[in-house]
């Protein structure tokens, strides 16, 4: 029923779309779906680059025969172990049962842990080489991108790297696979999502491995997730997407989350987003966190260098929404922001605080004063909010424009 998918000279695609669940690790919606890839080789020996979940088992084996017939395969390559991509391995062994799987130490055990496969594993070193025929597997571990086990492999016959998570994007891929088959910019939002929902904490290993993998040649990456890179400008855009977001680094746009009850935090943030507009800053994000998805939210601070985040005090404390922004943010050890924030309260002022310690804590830089509203608006919160949307206009666009000298009161 499958035509083979030839992605290269004797490389093959055999992964599937998902587009039934609704949340990837039950938590991130997926709101275009996603991509399971694996990729064959076929030489003298025939090596398959990583499973697919096992709920798509059955579409990935009709892939897999359409490529090889009734020929065995010899490898099983596992550069990642999370179940979306070694969810198939213990049903291939029952298909093929002389498989040899091939992993690094820390793979071979989860192996053993999930699956109970101790049987046919190959003990690979960082830089190994395993010889298929004209083709060489070298494998790179790049521990915590995503996992601790996870490890590329690189082709240098044919300047491709199989890159696991790395370089991967939320978003199915509908039709083509290749890059040149579909609309890349399409999957930009959906890389910068899966990167800071799923990758994001990690921006120190990633740096690691982005530096480990700088002395080779690439001319093709193939992600677990999403298109086949192999265009020039695209392979050079998605390494240069990664390196910009594990170094924290961003666009100068500004991201304003608020949690509101009643409407009075919103008036302050509608206030704030004015003034910056009115300032010249045009990439101006809004999310209530009441309604936003907390992936999206995720996504935008990572792509934006200032952020103002507003809160009502609830029970003494941030607004909940707020809390578990904060408390996602922090697991991903953000940094490197132009930051402020604003709130309101009825009686007891607590969240102008914990928003400031939460900005110490995370070493951003606070912009100007937190702008604090006591039941109602008066004329000067309106003046310290304004205040606030021109400050963080001015921080975000000096630099790449010519900013007027005014009466801001900036820090
Ligand atoms: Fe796509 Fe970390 O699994």
């Given at each position: 029923?499958?035509k083979?998918?030839e992605?290269a000279?004797?490389?093959?695609y ?6 039934t669940?609704?949340?990837f690790?039950?938590l991130?919606p ?29 579409v ?5 025969t ?6 065995p395969i010899?490898?099983?390559i596992?550069?990642h172990?999370?179940?979306d991509?070694?969810?198939?391995i ?19 055990d989860m192996l053993k842990?999930?699956?109970g496969?101790?049987?046919n594993?190959v003990?690979i ?7 298929l025929?004209e083709c060489?597997?070298q ?30 994007a939320f978003?199915?891929l509908?039709?083509g ?8 910019g399409?999957y ?6 899966y990167y800071?929902n799923i ?6 290993p ?8 700088s002395?080779i040649?690439?001319?093709?990456i193939c992600?677990?997730h999403?298109?086949?890179w192999?265009?020039?400008t695209?392979?050079?855009e ?10 924290y ?5 500004l991201?304003?989350?608020y949690?509101s009850?009643y409407g ?5 943030a509608?206030i ?5 507009a ?7 994000v809004?999310h209530n966190?009441?309604k ?8 935008d601070?990572?792509?934006?260098k200032?952020?103002?985040i507003?809160?009502?005090t609830y029970n003494?404390?941030l607004y ?6 904060l408390?996602?943010l922090?697991?991903?050890y953000m940094?490197n ?7 309101s ?6 969240s102008?605080?914990q ?8 070493e951003?830089e606070?912009?100007a004063?937190?702008?604090?509203m006591?039941q109602?608006?008066l004329?000067?919160?309106?003046e ?6 021109q400050?963080m206009?001015?921080?975000l ?15």
């Amino acid at each position: 029923m499958y035509k083979p998918l030839e992605i290269a000279k004797n490389i093959f695609y055999v992964g599937v779309n998902d587009r039934t669940k609704p949340l990837f690790e039950n938590l991130w919606p997926l709101p275009y779906g996603v991509s399971y890839n694996a990729y064959l080789v076929v030489d003298k020996q025939t090596a398959l680059i990583d499973t697919v979940d096992l709920c798509y088992s059955d579409v990935f084996f009709q892939k897999i025969t359409s490529v090889l017939g009734n020929r065995p395969i010899d490898y099983l390559i596992v550069n990642h172990m999370e179940p979306d991509h070694s969810g198939s391995i213990a049903w291939l062994v029952s298909k093929y049962p002389e498989i040899r799987i091939v992993g690094n130490k820390r793979t071979l055990d989860m192996l053993k842990g999930f699956y109970g496969i101790t049987r046919n594993v190959v003990l690979i070193q960082d830089l190994e080489e395993l010889h298929l025929g004209e083709c060489t597997l070298q494998f790179y571990l790049t521990p915590m991108v995503h996992w601790p086990e996870t490890m590329m492999t690189y082709v240098p016959e044919k300047k491709t790297l199989f890159s696991a998570d790395a370089f991967g994007a939320f978003g199915a891929l509908d039709g083509g696979v290749l890059d040149t088959q579909l609309t890349p910019g399409r999957y930009r939002d959906e890389m910068i999502r899966y990167y800071s929902n799923i990758v994001g904490k990690f921006g120190s290993p990633v740096q690691t491995a982005l530096n480990k993998l700088s002395g080779i040649d690439i001319d093709a990456i193939c992600s677990t997730h999403g298109p086949v890179w192999t265009q020039k400008t695209q392979v050079a855009e998605v390494f240069n997407l990664y390196d910009q977001l594990s170094r924290y680094e961003a666009d100068p746009g500004l991201v304003i989350a608020y949690g509101s009850m009643y409407g009075h935090t919103e008036q302050l943030a509608e206030i704030i987003a004015s003034s910056a507009a009115e300032h010249g800053l045009k990439k101006i994000v809004m999310h209530n966190v009441s309604k936003s998805h907390e992936s999206d939210i995720l996504r935008d601070v990572f792509a934006y260098k200032g952020l103002l985040i507003g809160s009502p005090t609830y029970n003494n404390k941030l607004y909940p929404g707020v809390e578990s922004l904060l408390s996602g943010l922090q697991n991903r050890y953000m940094k490197n922001r132009f930051f402020g924030c604003f709130g309101s309260f009825t009686w007891s002022d607590a969240s102008a605080k914990q928003l400031a310690a939460f900005a110490e804590a995370s070493e951003f830089e606070m912009i100007a004063d937190p702008v604090i509203m006591k039941q109602a608006m008066l004329s000067e919160v309106v003046e310290k909010a304004r205040n606030l949307g021109q400050c963080m206009a001015r921080k975000l666009l000096s630099g790449v424009e010519v900013v007027p000298n005014n009466s801001a009161n900036c820090h």
